[in-house]
């Protein structure tokens, strides 16, 4: 069942159509991965569904319940949550601190800190002076504080070591397991292709694939001809 429905939005910058039509549907517990090379317009829609910036056209529903036209908090309380690509954390604050400011009423960290053993490590110490992949394990952290419905991930391995994207895509892989429905954009293709249970490619702003992620593993001619934008293949 779908949780999320992003139905052939379009969305502009400048006056510019950057996204035309996208339609992407996320269900719950599971990974639905976006692909595309740079530019295609990935993080333009995950803006638009979030409510950063607003869409030109198009229906957003979440659990149901078009949400469009509402502004990004309300979104957000409603149960969508966007992990953008710049990591923003409260650098003076402790990582505890940083986990604290998302907590609901009567809620606690633990959650975060048994998904994450690494930032029970950190606990005490600034989150500025963290290493990247802490950093984007406590933004992913603090955005499940929200008990959201459905969490939207932008390139959250950019900058980081191999050996962390793992850890962290085991991390989105077990989120999703536990009901929650995610949207992830990820450069790497193949990594994000093995915990995905449906895969959509963008090209030039429009989504030129949609269907299961094993027709696109191990075909590398497919996904760079679909990056590329050669639909006639």
């Not at 953008?84 to 604050?93: G, M």
């Not at 077990?174 to 090209?203: C, K, P, S, W």
């Amino acid at each position: 069942m779908s949780v999320l429905s992003i139905e052939d939005v379009s969305v502009e910058r400048s006056g510019l159509p950057i996204v035309r039509g996208a339609t992407v549907s996320v269900a719950a517990g599971e990974v639905t991965v976006l692909l595309g090379a740079n530019g295609a317009g990935k993080t333009t829609l995950l803006e638009g569904v979030s409510g950063a910036i607003p869409i030109a056209s198009g229906a957003i529903r979440l659990g149901g319940t078009r949400i469009e036209k509402l502004r990004a908090w309300r979104r957000a309380r409603a149960g969508l949550a966007h992990v953008e690509q710049d990591r923003t954390v409260f650098r003076d604050l402790s990582t505890e601190d940083n986990l604290r400011a998302a907590c609901r009423e009567g809620d606690t960290i633990d959650e975060v800190l048994d998904l994450f053993p690494e930032l029970r490590k950190q606990i005490s110490a600034p989150a500025g002076l963290l290493s990247g992949g802490e950093q984007q394990m406590l933004v992913v952290g603090r955005a499940l504080l929200g008990r959201p419905k459905v969490l939207l991930v932008d390139e959250m391995s950019l900058g980081l070591a191999p050996i962390v994207v793992e850890r962290l895509a085991r991390a989105v892989r077990h989120l999703a397991d536990t009901g929650v429905g995610v949207l992830l954009v990820e450069q790497f293709a193949t990594l994000a292709l093995r915990i995905a249970n449906r895969a959509y490619v963008m090209a030039r702003g429009e989504m030129v694939y949609a269907g299961a992620p094993r027709a696109l593993l191990g075909d590398e001619a497919l996904l760079r001809a679909l990056y590329l934008g050669d639909t006639h293949r």
